[in-house]
């Protein structure tokens, strides 16, 4: 039998017990009240007024007497008064028995007695007396008289026996409940003990002990004896319980094999790492001594065909046919072009590796440097160059720079015919992250080519109709994702190009100052043209 079906037969055991005696304490507990009731509000009010009744009567029969003796009208007194109270007194304890009462009738016979007796000696000796016939009033008290009061004297006290055994009778009903009531209360109490203690012992043998016995096994498992067998015992609840923990422990046993598999699968893993981390180390060193003689011993003889290039256009043009000539300028543009494919290079293999370390950057500032760089190709390009206020962020101000400046050349450089280009730069706040957006009105990217475009050496179009190496784009991408960032194209526009990319925003960025936005076609002139040269150069 379960736990369950167990708990419930003795609760409804206990129930049906305690039902019964609530039942019958009730029951008894009623009839208990009504013997009660009856003492308080009928028999005592009887006896009290059966008393009171006979002290009348005696009042009457003295005050006859009085007033024959003394023939003072004042002596009747008791007698008038008398009559009044019995007759209250009479109608009470009429109120108080039923119908079918045998005292009722016993009360009637003295009504009666009592009204023949004032009707026989009573009023006759008070007339006599009145009409001053002392004699006759003397001769109706004599003891014929006396002998019929002393008889209605016994009638009362009859009534008032009668009275004292039902009294009795009463309140031993009443005694016999209270007691019944008592020995129900104290039965209730046994069972409720006797129920508490079945359900102590029951919990304690079904329970109490069979849960501690688990926990003791469950402990031991804890404590590392994963392959202990968890065995249970008690109800088909804790039964369960037991095995279901056990499976768990078996869950767990299987689990942890496969951890320390995982475990020892992970550490030749991170062996490999470490080799393969050794081996990039390796590689990057090399990598930088590649950097090193690309950017010296490779642009040297590079530098040096082209400038012997040029030497030969500037002093035989004119001089050779115009397929020499030819030759000698597919010469120079190709020795210029490796150059350019070198330096751009080596811009996209340093970015992230030769760091100066992350600052608090002000991108109004940048702003600022940006259209001074790209002065020349605005000018050229006739464009116009505007941002709103820009926050403060953090990364390296060269390479945020070199990503703004390629992104304003592109948009001047990649403008419609006829049409004066404007870009303008603005940032907002979503989330943890600024917004930066670079927009204009130029010859706009088709949505197929939104993520090509990223791509290294990736171009849309020929070098003929725009120039370039295709590396910047790449390189701008290269500079959000080393500062956290990420940059796309929103194809969602109907009119030239927008390029948005993002930047953490940083707890003590500053908030931007709220002016008016400058005009990038005001920017100043004079700018350094080596910087120039290199803006576009990047650009490209």
Known sequence: MTLRARVTLLCFVVGGLLTILAGSGAVVASANRDHIDNLLNTIGPLRTHAESLLATLVDQETGVRGYVVSGDPADLAPYQDGVAQERRLVDEMTGLLGEDDPLRGQLDAIGEAARQWRLAVAEPAIAAVSAADQATAEDLLDDSARAR???????????QADILVIRNRVAGDARQTSNALVALLVIAAAVVVLAGAALLLSLNRLVIGPVTSLADQVRRVANGEYQRDISGIGPPELAAL??????????????????????????????????????????????????????????????????????????????????????????????????????????FSRIGRLTTGFSEVDLNKVMSDVSSQTESTRE???????????????????LLTNLLVNLVSNSFKFRRPDVAPKVVISARQVGAEWEITCQDNGIGIEAEFAEKIFVIFQRLHSKNAYPGTGIGLA??????????????????????????????????????????????????????????????????
């Open 242 to 347: 037991a095995s279901d923990v056990d499976g768990m422990r078996r869950k767990i046993a299987a689990d942890l094999a496969e951890v320390r598999e995982a475990r020892e699968r992970v550490e030749w893993v991170n062996g490999q790492l470490q080799k393969q981390t050794e081996e990039l180390v390796r590689s990057n060193r090399d990598l930088e001594q590649f950097a090193y003689v690309a950017s010296h011993d490779l642009q040297e003889p590079l530098r040096k065909v082209a400038s012997f290039c040029q030497l030969l256009q500037r002093r035989y043009a004119g001089q050779l046919d115009a397929r020499a000539d030819q030759y000698i300028s597919f010469a120079v543009d190709g020795a210029q072009r490796m150059q350019r494919l070198i330096n751009d290079l080596l811009a």
């Open 149 to 159: 009061f002393d008889e209605l004297r016994s009638a009362v006290d009859q009534l």
């Open 380 to 398: 050229y390009a006739g464009g116009e160059l505007t941002w709103s206020p820009m926050p403060v962020v953090t990364g390296e101000e060269p």
């Open 475 to 540: 390189i701008g991408k290269k500079i959000v994702e080393y500062h956290g960032g990420r940059i796309w194209v929103d194809t969602q526009v109907e009119e030239g190009t927008v390029i948005r990319f993002t930047l953490p925003v940083t707890v003590r960025a500053a908030e931007a100052p709220d002016t008016e936005l400058a005009d990038g076609s005001s920017a100043a002139a004079g700018g350094d043209k080596d910087a120039a040269a290199a803006a576009a150069q990047l650009a490209s």
